[in-house]
T-cell receptor, first 114, second 113 residues
Framework: DAGVTQSPTHLIKTRGQQVTLRCSPK?????VSWYQQALGQGPQFIFQ???????QRGNFPDRFSGHQFPNYSSELNVNALLLGDSALYLC?????????????FGPGTRLLVL | AQKITQTQPGMFVQEKEAVTLDCTYD???????LFWYKQPSSGEMIFLIY??????QNATEGRYSLNFQKARKSANLVISASQLGDSAMYFC??????????FGTGTSLTVIP
């Protein structure tokens, strides 16, 4: 049973560039959430996708956008990168119940913005 | 506002001893969930244990147990019989009624041989 997978594992970009991160959910899961984890901090919720729509969004600017595909995989896009966007980006998947569910995390993508 | 507080930046425990990691939360939701995750240096967040706000019994999963005190809004993680492989960051998290997750700042646990 494959768990949550993310690609790439590491990425180096320069300020102003754009980046796309990818996530495949755990088998049987239909909901994907994205988190940003700065060094020494806990993960911060970016947004959540279910049925190819953004269902919830945290306090992140519009430079952060996403997409969910019919096979439930998801992308996180960040435009106009800033130095402060350097972080570990975690994807979590779950099965939507409308009530609440346990999220399972992938290994993350480490983004460094120079 | 939803908030998770972990007041122990770092903890040390002797191998085979038990350790308690503290977590308090603040919410006005009636229905919520509390979680503990382990994050090794590799970065992946590993789910350990879950407690629902309406669950009357404390959750247990193997060597992990969650000491849930609803009136005090605390959800402490107890790890029994610590192992060297338990050395990692531990995060307490809360799922709100709106299905958003909020994480604390974490506790770094070091198990000493």
């Amino acid at each position: 049973d494959a768990g949550v997978t993310q690609s790439p594992t590491h990425l180096i970009k320069t300020r102003g560039q754009q980046v796309t991160l990818r996530c495949s959910p755990k088998s049987g899961h239909d909901t994907v959430s994205w988190y940003q984890q700065a060094l020494g901090q806990g993960p911060q919720f970016i947004f959540q996708y279910y049925e190819e729509e953004e269902r919830q969004r945290g306090n992140f600017p519009d430079r952060f956008s996403g997409h969910q595909f019919p096979n439930y995989s998801s992308e996180l896009n960040v435009n106009a990168l800033l130095l402060g966007d350097s972080a570990l980006y975690l994807c979590a998947s779950s099965f939507w119940t409308g009530y609440g569910e346990t999220q399972y995390f992938g290994p993350g993508t480490r983004l460094l913005v120079l | 506002a939803q908030k998770i507080t972990q007041t122990q930046p770092g903890m040390f425990v002797q191998e085979k001893e038990a350790v308690t990691l503290d977590c308090t939360y603040d919410t006005s939701d009636q229905s919520y969930g509390l979680f503990w995750y382990k994050q090794p240096s590799s970065g992946e967040m590993i789910f350990l244990i879950y407690q629902g706000s309406y669950d009357e019994q404390n959750a247990t999963e193997g060597r992990y147990s969650l000491n849930f005190q609803k009136a005090r809004k605390s959800a402490n993680l107890v790890i029994s019989a610590s192992q060297l492989g338990d050395s990692a960051m531990y995060f307490c998290a809360m799922r709100s009624t709106g299905n958003q997750f909020y994480f604390g700042t974490g506790t770094s646990l070091t198990v000493i041989p």
